[in-house]
């Protein structure tokens, strides 16, 4: 009767412990400091390359923004990661380390990318930050869905880190 009782205990704290890991993994959302918003929407644009380096902006919307063609509007958060890539025509699947503002004439490396996060009141763009040092981890799953995992801080120390899961719509634009 005893070991019955150990069974159940450690089953129980078992699916407790791995069911807690899954929910945090599975709810697509983006934490700025300790505030959560949920990802709603995730988009790609294909800037192309030359043939060693490949720029693909993925930027992935909280509920209430809404992407149009010369920008967004609504209100909420855009996180835009402009990724460099060695692989024409997708976000290659793996590790991207994340690098400050871009300078004119500078070629990126591969497996790294440039993040910024805006926020948008009313249609216009009200804020917008820069991050400096963090991780990228990027899941390609199939044709149009990817997993996303980030963390980040900008200059001033402010953390930003989240998850998305879902399609992303994804256009060349060359």
Not at 37 to 50: I, M, S
Not at 84 to 109: A, M, Q
Request: proline share 2%; glycine share 12%.
């Amino acid at each position: 009767m005893k070991n019955i009782f150990i069974y159940v205990l450690l089953s129980a704290v078992l699916l407790i412990v791995f069911s807690c890991d899954k929910d945090e993994e599975g709810n697509n959302h983006l934490n700025i400091e300790n505030t959560e918003y949920a990802l709603d929407l995730g988009f790609a644009y294909d800037y192309g390359g030359d043939n060693s380096i490949y720029n693909i902006d993925l930027s992935l919307l909280t509920k209430g923004l809404i992407p149009g063609s010369t920008g967004q509007s609504g209100s909420g958060w855009e996180l835009e990661f402009e990724v460099f890539t060695s692989v024409d025509g997708k976000i290659r699947s793996g590790s991207y380390t994340v690098i400050p503002k871009l300078v004119s004439g500078y070629k990126p490396l591969p497996n790294t990318a440039y993040v910024k996060l805006s926020q948008y009141q009313g249609g216009g763009k009200q804020e917008e930050k820069v991050f400096k040092s963090g991780i990228l981890t990027i899941t390609h799953n199939g044709e149009s869905s990817y997993e996303v995992r980030f963390r980040a801080t900008d200059s001033y120390g402010v953390k930003l880190s989240g998850y998305y899961q879902g399609n992303v719509v994804y256009s060349k634009l060359n």
